[in-house]
């Protein structure tokens, strides 16, 4: 009997010693695609993934020091415009159910916010795609230990976003004087969104500076199906010119009725629903000439990487890609490279390679921010030769370029302009 239990005890010993060994064939590495899925801004968030895993696996995956691993990705509808409970029991599943190694998504801060906390709690990386607020990166400054597993992927801060949308602003302003020869009158639309507020009120204090008068502000539903009041409103007041700043499905009503009544008034700013493809055909043709911020447009090249993602992307998905599609670049030129250089998918090693990096992606150059004080934020870098994003705008039904052309942050930074950039355009209602 001493022998039969010897030698069992010795076959089982064997068999760990063999397993142990060799390579675990068929481990993958878990990601968590995290955003409201039934909304084209969750669209974007799983395409943007879909696109990245099926490249690497097709190369042969991820090599983890002696191992290759492949991604396997877990989709997780967040339903965040609608409910932050939906949104916190979608992360706490990817996190104690489906054991996901990493998370990226996530769009709307009052989201966002929790569901950090909840991959902090877990010490998972997170990579943000979608939402702006500053604070979500200041936490990492303010108590690095706990939240050092976010970082932002897309898009650069709400400080920037203004920045840029000030840009866009001066634009549009100067062509209303060259061809209209009025004062430019601004009216701010804004989403009631927390996002939204340190946007209205940086540009309460800086459209005057401009040398634009401020007619007003309005603040309809994020998923308001009708502004008609809002419109008259706004027409009333004399506004030439609309700064809008929208995330939600009130950008496509917005543009829609603005349209429809033909209002005198350029709109310029921020419509996420205006960046993808289907906003000509929702809104019927009426969002001709809306001006927004965008990430990626048909035949511009901020560098050697945009074209081929971008014609990759419309060939596989039938659309150009929204800013939450850049769960791609954070898959595959964030997380990967640095998982490979540390050869392990310990977090604390792979956000101490991430946090020092500089690399480009098909936006521009990624590089993460300190504080004053040195601290790490994990934000982005804005500016020339980093992220400056795209203004485009609809003209007859094609969304083009308009901005950087020639654009200059400052008197003494360098002067930029993608390749394919076109006039931008009035419409021509306001010439009458």
Known sequence: MKRVTFGWSFFVTLCLVIFMSV?????????????????VQGKGHWNGAIMAAEEINARGGVQV?????????????????????????????????????????????????PMQDIAMDYKKIFIGCGAATKSICDRVAENYSRYKYWFRGTPFNERYLVATSFAHLGLAGATIKKELNVPVKCAIVGEKATWVEGMIKAAEATIPKMGFELVGVWRPSAVATDVTAELSAIQKSGANLIFTIF?????????????????PAAQVGINVEAQKDGFWEATKGMGNYVFTMNTYARGIEVNEMTKPFVETYIKRFGEVPTYTADTYSAISYGLVPSIEAVGSLDADKIVAHMENREYMVPSGKV?????????????????????????????????VAVWPNKWKASPTAPEVTYKGMVPLKLPPWMKK
């Open 367 to 399: 590089k993460y921010q300190k504080d004053a004080q040195g601290r790490p934020t994990h934000d982005l870098t804005w500016g020339p030769g980093y992220l400056t994003s795209l203004g485009v705008q609809w003209q007859d039904g094609k969304l």
């Open 65 to 113: 020091g002696k191992e290759k691993m492949n991604i396997e990705l877990v989709k997780a509808d967040s339903n965040e415009f609608l409910s932050m409970t939906d949104a916190t029991n979608a992360m706490e599943r990817l996190m104690t159910q489906d054991k996901v190694d990493f998370v990226v998504g996530g769009f709307r801060t009052e989201a966002v916010l």
């Open 23 to 39: 390579p675990v064939w068929g481990r993958t590495i878990k990601i968590g695609v995290i955003g409201p899925m039934n909304f």
């Open 247 to 263: 995330s939600s499905s009130v950008g496509i009503t917005f543009a829609r009725q603005a349209g429809e009544l033909k209002i």
